[in-house]
T-cell receptor, first 114, second 112 residues
Framework: DAGVIQSPRHEVTEMGQEVTLRCKPI?????LFWYRQTMMRGLELLIY????????DSGMPEDRFSAKMPNASFSTLKIQPSEPRDSAVYFC????????????FGPGTRLTVT | SQQGEEDPQALSIQEGENATMNCSYK?????LQWYRQNSGRGLVHLIL?????REKHSGRLRVTLDTSKKSSSLLITASRAADTASYFC????????????FGAGTRLFVKA
């Protein structure tokens, strides 16, 4: 298996632009997680899905952030409009379950908003 | 908010020495996991210990869990330069709900 796939790996955009991050989870995994990692705040859970349904989005910082999972093999995290403070590394992870299962992380998308 | 707090924040040792990292958490849990992150990479799962377990081993890794003290430790024996990475504990279940919450991590540097 190729593991969790994220694209793009790097994104540089200007403030106010829309940014879309993409994730393909490991086949057969029914849970998907979006995290954001910064030096100041560490690794934060933004949202997670189980069987394509959003279960907990309390970590989504603002209405500018939205996430979708239209099917079991694809998810997007969108930021509109983007701001410099959104600069971070965004990780997608998938898991065979929600609690008590190891999570498999993708390589991350490094987002820079200027 | 972070549930787990790793200690120390950074650790530098010589190759061949043992490295011990600690994690403390605030609420009851069902499971505690340890992950490793190499620079510029995603996290990699190392080991999971359930709340009814006290110790687990995996290769050169030994994890202990003390639920009465709400703490866990990760021991890496006979460290290698390749062990240089950040190590995170993550908790889920219990009063924290179904979320997996990661600590701030310990940065380990193993000198060759």
């Amino acid at each position: 298996d190729a593991g969790v796939i994220q694209s793009p790996r790097h994104e540089v955009t200007e403030m106010g632009q829309e940014v879309t991050l993409r994730c393909k989870p490991i086949s057969g995994h029914n849970s998907l997680f979006w995290y954001r990692q910064t030096m100041m705040r560490g690794l934060e859970l933004l949202i997670y899905f189980n069987n394509n349904v959003p279960i907990d989005d309390s970590g989504m910082p603002e209405d500018r952030f939205s996430a979708k999972m239209p099917n079991a093999s694809f998810s997007t995290l969108k930021i509109q409009p983007s701001e410099p403070r959104d600069s971070a590394v965004y990780f997608c992870a998938s898991s065979p379950g929600t609690v008590g299962y190891e999570q498999y992380f993708g390589p991350g998308t490094r987002l820079t908003v200027t | 908010s972070q549930q787990g707090e790793e200690d120390p924040q950074a650790l530098s040792i010589q190759e061949g020495e043992n490295a011990t990292m600690n994690c403390s958490y605030k609420t009851s849990i069902n499971n505690l996991q340890w992950y490793r992150q190499n620079s510029g990479r995603g996290l990699v799962h190392l080991i999971l210990i359930r709340s009814n377990e006290r110790e687990k081993h995996s290769g050169r890794l030994r994890v202990t869990l003390d639920t009465s003290k709400k703490s866990s430790s990760l021991l890496i024996t006979a460290s290698r330069a390749a062990d240089t990475a950040s190590y995170f504990c993550a908790t889920d279940g219990g009063t924290g709900g179904f979320k997996t919450i990661f600590g701030a991590g310990t940065r380990l540097f193993v000198k060759a």
